[in-house]
C-alpha cells in the first residue's frame, strides 16, 4: 500500500509498505479520507512530532479486518478514527469524564504519537476498545464526516464555556475551527456572532455559517469600537473564542473584544512564547481565560446526529480532495492556500 510517512522537519515521502495485519485486540480499516490538519502542517516545518511515522489523525475509513477478541464491529462498517477515549488504566481524567485530556492521549493518537495514521491506504487500529472509534449514520456524507476533528474542537470549547442561550459571541480566526464556532454558537442559540479575521474574501462563507457581522482587522482602524457596536454592548462580547492560535488574536481578544468579567476561550494553538501579552491591563477586568483542548467521544456522536438531522451544514469547508501521491506539494506544504479551507487525501486516487 501506499504511505506518507514523515521523516523530519521538510522531509515526507510516499513509499510502499505492506498492508498491516490485524492482530488479537486490533482492527485494521481501510482509509475513506484524511484530514490535512494544522498540526500536520506544523510537524512537517517544524518537527512537533517524532519520526518515523505516518501521519494522518482525523480519518474517516472502512472496517476492513477485525482482529481475535474485538467486539462490537463488523467488517464494512463506516467509522470515525478519532484519538484515545477512556484509557485501560483508568487514569483520572477519564475517571472524571474527560478523556481528551487522558494523560496517555498523545502517544497512542494515530498520526501523532507513534501509532501510523491515515495518509495511507489502510491503518492498524492497536485498541479499539479504548480508542475513539464513532460509526458513522446512514445519511452522513463521508466528506462531512470527516470534518468531526475541526468541528467539535470547537463544539467542545463552547460547550467548556458559560455560553447561554442569547448570548453575543465573537470568533477570532476564520478557518475550519472559527468557521465550526460560528456555526454552533448561532446552532445553540446565540443572539450575535462576530466573525474577526484578516480576509475579505471570506465574507461569503461566513455569513453563510451564520455570521451577522464580519470584522477584518486590515479594514478596520478601531476593532473594540466596531466589536461593541456589532453586538449591541459597550462593553464587548459576552463569550470570546480565540480561533486563530497566534498572539496577536489572543491580545485583541482580551483587551478589545471581551468584555469585562467574561470569558476568552484559548482553542487555537499558539506554539510560540508570548512576547506582547501584557496581564496587568487583563487582571482588573477579571478576564477568564480558559484553555479547551479536542473533544470528548461523546461530542463527536453530538456532531453526527447534528449532521444527520440538518441542525447543522458546513457547506463549502472542503475546498479540495487531494491524492496521496500530492500531500507534500497540495498538503503540508502547499504554498499558496488563498482559498483553501480544508483539504483531504483519498488515497484511493
Not at 460560528?182 to 456572532?193: L, M, P, T
Not at 482580551?254 to 476568552?264: D, F, R
Not at 461523546?298 to 444527520?308: F, K, S
Request: proline content about 6%; hydrophobic content about 40%.
Amino acid at each position: 500500500m501506499k504511505a506518507g510517512v514523515f521523516y523530519g522537519a521538510g522531509d515526507l515521502r510516499v513509499e510502499e509498505r505492506p498492508v498491516p495485519k490485524a492482530g488479537p485486540g486490533q482492527m485494521v480499516v481501510k482509509i475513506d479520507y484524511c484530514g490535512v490538519c494544522g498540526t500536520d502542517i506544523e510537524a512537517y516545518k517544524y518537527e512537533i512530532v517524532k519520526p518515523v511515522i505516518v501521519l494522518g489523525h482525523e480519518n474517516v475509513a472502512t472496517v476492513y479486518e477485525i482482529g481475535e477478541g474485538v467486539e462490537g464491529f463488523k467488517v464494512g462498517d463506516k467509522v470515525l478514527c478519532g484519538p484515545p477515549s477512556y484509557c485501560k488504566e483508568n487514569c483520572e481524567p477519564c475517571r472524571s469524564g474527560r478523556p481528551n485530556i487522558c494523560v496517555h492521549g498523545f502517544p497512542r493518537t494515530n498520526g501523532i504519537g507513534g501509532p501510523d495514521g491515515g495518509y495511507a491506504e489502510y491503518m492498524l487500529i492497536d485498541d479499539p476498545a479504548h480508542t475513539m472509534i464513532i460509526s458513522v449514520p446512514e445519511g452522513v456524507d463521508e466528506k462531512d464526516a470527516v470534518l468531526f476533528d475541526v468541528i467539535c474542537v470547537s463544539l467542545h470549547a463552547l460547550r467548556k464555556s458559560n455560553f447561554k442561550f442569547g448570548d453575543t459571541v465573537a470568533v477570532s480566526g476564520t478557518g475550519p475551527i472559527g468557521l465550526a464556532a460560528i456555526q454552533i454558537a448561532k446552532a445553540a442559540g446565540a443572539r450575535c456572532v462576530v466573525a474577526i479575521g484578516t480576509n475579505p474574501a471570506k465574507r461569503e462563507i461566513l455569513e453563510r455559517y451564520g455570521a451577522d457581522c464580519c470584522i477584518f482587522t486590515k479594514e478596520c482602524e478601531n476593532l473594540g469600537e466596531a466589536v461593541r457596536k456589532a453586538v449591541g454592548n459597550p462593553y464587548g462580547a459576552d463569550v470570546t473564542l480565540e480561533c486563530a492560535g497566534n498572539e496577536a488574536s489572543l491580545i485583541n481578544c482580551v483587551m478589545e473584544i471581551a468584555k469585562p468579567g467574561s470569558q476568552v476561550l484559548l482553542v487555537g494553538i499558539i506554539g510560540e512564547p508570548l512576547s506582547h501579552l501584557s496581564l496587568a491591563p487583563v487582571i482588573p477586568r477579571e478576564i477568564e481565560l480558559v484553555t479547551s483542548f479536542t473533544y470528548t467521544p461523546e461530542e463527536i456522536a453530538m456532531y453526527l446526529d447534528m449532521l444527520r438531522t440538518k441542525k447543522i451544514e458546513f457547506p463549502g469547508m472542503v475546498t479540495d480532495v487531494i491524492a496521496l501521491d500530492e500531500a507534500v506539494e497540495k498538503g503540508v506544504d502547499r504554498k499558496d492556500r488563498r482559498g483553501q479551507i480544508k483539504v483531504l487525501i483519498d488515497p484511493s486516487r
